[in-house]
T-cell receptor, first 117, second 112 residues
Framework: GAVVSQHPSWVICKSGTSVKIECRSL??????MFWYRQFPKQSLMLMAT?????????EQGVEKDKFLINHASLTLSTLTVTSAHPEDSSFYIC????FGQGNSPLHFGNGTRLTVT | DAKTTQPPSMDCAEGRAANLPCNHS???????VYWYRQIHSQGPQYIIH???NNETNEMASLIITEDRKSSTLILPHATLRDTAVYYC?????????????FGPGTSLSVIP
């Protein structure tokens, strides 16, 4: 089945530093990947849609200059949390869908637990 | 995309069938029903999807009412590993870039 790999699975960083999270579709191509954030006991919240070769589309209230998204190839999207603060501590999850298959389901990475101290 | 309504929580005895309902009364004719689940501290996992016919796979069955305004996900023999939050989502499935919005889902607890 389709596999999405997310790395790292957890990271601890100091306030003010930047953290990069990678999302790879291992056995399929994905022109579009999605980034979600999840706080404890809450549902997933869509942050942005990552489009290969073009700018990401951010949801309302998500700062594009703080959460930098790069989708450089059909199998890789990265999310960089810049100048991280403790309130950015959260569970970040990426997902991808097969290129050209509109009704195929989303496949998710296993998430990255970010802790900012 | 149409909104969905799910009960916030349910219990199910181990070995019994778990029936998780979802109401999507405003669903459009070209919207599919998808189910995902999320086990604690993991990424969501796709379970099943359908348009209007009932569907079955190795994980579950999906029963969609004739008017398509509601559906039920059935886990035929629930195990402790099925304890998770289950999300019902409806979306138009025409492109690969339309986004998926998650509601609060149903927290299923399978009890020994």
């Amino acid at each position: 089945g389709a596999v999405v790999s997310q790395h790292p699975s957890w990271v601890i960083c100091k306030s003010g530093t930047s953290v990069k999270i990678e999302c790879r579709s291992l056995d399929f191509q994905a022109t579009t990947m999605f980034w979600y954030r999840q706080f404890p006991k809450q549902s997933l919240m869509l942050m942005a849609t990552s489009n290969e070769g073009s700018k990401a589309t951010y949801e309302q209230g998500v700062e594009k200059d703080k959460f930098l998204i790069n989708h450089a190839s059909l199998t890789l999207s990265t999310l960089t949390v810049t100048s991280a603060h403790p309130e950015d501590s959260s569970f970040y999850i990426c997902s991808a869908r097969h290129f050209g298959q509109g009704n195929s389901p989303l496949h998710f990475g296993n998430g990255t637990r970010l802790t900012v101290t | 995309d149409a909104k969905t309504t799910q009960p916030p929580s349910m219990d199910c005895a181990e070995g019994r069938a778990a029936n998780l309902p979802c109401n999507h009364s405003t669903i459009s004719g070209n919207e599919y029903v998808y189910w995902y689940r999320q086990i604690h501290s993991q990424g969501p996992q796709y379970i099943i999807h359908g348009l209007k016919n009932n569907e079955t796979n190795e994980m579950a069955s999906l029963i969609i009412t004739e008017d398509r305004k509601s559906s039920t996900l059935i886990l035929p023999h629930a195990t402790l590993r099925d304890t998770a939050v289950y999300y019902c989502i409806v979306r138009v499935a025409e492109t690969s870039y339309d986004k998926v919005i998650f509601g609060p889902g149903t927290s299923l607890s399978v009890i020994p």
